[in-house]
């Protein structure tokens, strides 16, 4: 397993270490209200539909200068993105071959002598061009929180027990079809500080690799009926409706096993109107933490 992927948890969602407290011990009440910025979510789709209605175009893309994602105020793009040197990049860039992705790695629940906790879950779909097509030999990487909401990682002090046995990250190779194809556990939802009471709904962030590094892609998806949608500033920075319901998985019963995981669908697609939203072409080069 790649231990480079870990760098990937580096965010701002992740809560960073704090003065000792009580698990339960409420934060700073100076901290703004979720009624505050779910009054400001609410303005700005308010604002949205009445554009559509004016004869606006649909916004598939998230909005980079999205008030109530008050940590990215100061340090969303605010120039044009720099094309960058595809022959120089990968000189320094990662690299993988497709025979040092095992197949086992697609499966986040073996990783360890014990079986993780909580709900299993096979997460399917297909990674599809503008027209349908399927993209075969794509690196498909995952990351995500255990069932408790946890990241293993030094900068997430939630006080949700870390799993021994799940890691939370594993690979694959898209096949001739375009699929892909993890068994893991279904993520928590997790505190991040956005606001007093913020949390994250449960997600699993997607990367794409591409043919060459200055293509990666990263994306998050979510699951279906997910009661944090509405409160959540990062999902809401996408204010057309399709194109957030296209970061939702859909359940999916034929994928499911019996007396073994709940299955779900998700298709990401790389190009045109029904395309998946993407960090990397909204946020730039460098990427996105979240
Ligand atoms: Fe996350």
Known sequence: M??????????????????????????????ELQADLSAEISAIGEAYQ??????????????LDYPPYRSSILRHPTKSLQHADPETI????????????????????????????GERIIVSGKV???????????????WQANSSGRYIHKRDQ??????????GIGRCITGPDGSYRFITIK???????NHLNAWRPAHIHFSLFGTEFTQRI????????????????IYQTIVDQDARD??????????????????????????????????????GAEGDEE
Request: proline share 13%.
């Open 2 to 31: 790649p231990e480079d992927i870990t760098a990937e948890l580096e965010s701002e969602e992740l809560v960073p270490p704090a003065e000792p407290k009580a698990a339960h011990q409420p934060l700073d009440k100076a901290i």
């Open 50 to 63: 009445r554009a559509l209605k004016d004869g606006g175009q649909p916004e598939i893309q998230p909005r």
């Open 90 to 117: 990968e000189l320094y860039s990662p690299a993988f071959g497709h025979q040092d992705v095992h197949a086992l790695e697609s499966d986040l629940t073996i990783q360890h002598n014990g079986e993780p906790l």
């Open 128 to 142: 599809l061009d503008g027209d349908g097509r399927p993209v075969a030999g794509q690196l498909v990487e995952i």
């Open 158 to 167: 939630h006080p949700a027990p870390i799993d021994p046995n799940f890691t």
């Open 187 to 193: 993520p928590g939802a997790y505190p991040w500080k």
């Open 218 to 233: 990263i994306t998050q998806m979510y699951f279906p009926a997910d009661q944090l949608f509405p409160l959540d500033p």
């Open 246 to 283: 296209r970061l939702v998985a859909t359940y999916d019963h034929s994928l499911t096993e019996p007396e073994w995981a709940l299955g779900y669908n998700w298709d990401i697609v790389l190009t045109g109107p029904k395309r998946t939203w993407t960090e990397n072409e909204a946020l």
